[in-house]
Nanobody
Framework: VQLQASGGGLVQAGDSLRLSCVAS????????VGWFRQAPEKEREFVAA????????AFGDSVKGRFTISRDDAKKMATLQMYRLKPEDTAVYYC??????????????????WGQGTQVTVSS
């Protein structure tokens, strides 16, 4: 499985931004796609994830109510829509793939495949 993330950039506080992650290869029909982020000198943080079959979602506490996640099965694309961005959202964002199709884990170690990362910078 390969993941290609895109959509990062430089925005101002309060703006919105959309990140996309396209999966290719043998994905099967039951898996989880998640987004994590890592700021300089900080631990990798769970942001959001979605189960591909049922569309169940989960969000990190710091983004709950501001971010949404969705999937397009035909395009094998997961989209992270970010609203009301804050400077503390600045990080490299990674999409990740887990074979655990029915359970969303917030543990990065549960995700077997990772995209290359895309930088999101929010200025104040």
């Amino acid at each position: 499985v390969q993941l290609q993330a895109s959509g990062g950039g430089l925005v101002q506080a309060g703006d919105s931004l959309r990140l996309s992650c396209v999966a290719s290869g043998r994905t099967s029909s039951s898996y989880v796609v998640g987004w994590f982020r890592q700021a300089p000198e900080k631990e990798r943080e769970f942001v959001a994830a979605i189960t591909w079959r049922s569309g169940d979602t989960a969000f990190g506490d710091s983004v709950k109510g501001r971010f949404t996640i969705s999937r397009d099965d035909a395009k094998k694309m997961a989209t992270l829509q970010m609203y009301r961005l804050k400077p503390e959202d600045t990080a490299v964002y990674y999409c990740a793939f887990s074979y655990s199709g029915h359970y969303i884990s917030r543990d990065a170690g549960r995700y077997a495949h990772w995209g290359q990362g895309t930088q999101v910078t929010v200025s104040s």
